[in-house]
């Protein structure tokens, strides 16, 4: 509902990225995606291709899977990121850190003004680019970040109780990190 071309050059298409650890993970929120865009009959005339990798819309805006590489998602103008389970993405022990591929994101969506950063994950260990979002904004009322903590019935209050207290019984360690949506120790 916004306008890039301004922002874009002649023959330029402005990209909202989904990027995740592979391209069938990032390929569910595509998923997500495109059933909205048909379901809201003013989207779907925008649409001039689609495939299992990417929309074109008529706006000149592309929304494309990618994978959490520092190296692919270079020489793109990005008006948006979604960056999924971004705390399961490698750690700076490999060699696709997740703060550099945030770090590649950045001039990618220098140019946009008004660019969306959108990171989605359960949380993992207390590292990397989401643990130190969550450290910096959580619950920050001048922050221009937004951070959303919440258990997994809060987000998702279709999955049953019962499989929740089994994974606590189980292993409350990982139920805390998976289901509670706290960080590990």
């Known amino acids: ?27 569910v929120i595509m998923r997500y995606i495109s059933a909205m865009i048909g379901g809201i009959s003013m989207l779907a005339r925008m649409v001039e ?9 008529n706006s000149r ?3 494309e899977i990618q994978t959490a590489s520092l190296r692919s998602i270079r020489g793109y103008t990005c008006v948006a990121a979604i960056c999924d389970e971004i ?18 994101l950045r001039p990618a969506m220098a140019t946009i003004p008004n660019a969306k950063f959108i990171a989605l994950s359960s949380p993992y260990r207390q590292a990397g680019v989401l643990y130190d979002a969550h450290k910096r904004h959580y619950g920050v009322d001048d922050s221009d970040v937004l951070v959303v903590q919440a258990a997994t019935e809060v987000m998702n209050p279709t999955i049953s109780q019962k499989v929740i ?21």
């Open 49 to 57: 291709r689609q495939d299992k990798q990417s929309i074109e819309l």
């Open 165 to 185: 207290a089994r994974a606590y019984e189980h292993d409350p360690v990982s139920a805390n990190s998976e289901y509670g949506a706290l960080f590990r120790n």
């Open 1 to 27: 509902f916004f306008d890039y071309s301004k922002h874009l050059s002649k023959g330029e298409r402005g990209v909202i990225m989904l990027i995740a650890s592979n391209r069938s993970q990032a390929r």
């Open 87 to 104: 705390s399961f993405w490698r750690d700076d022990t490999s060699s696709n850190p997740d703060y550099e591929i945030v770090n590649a």
């Open 61 to 63: 805006i592309s929304i």
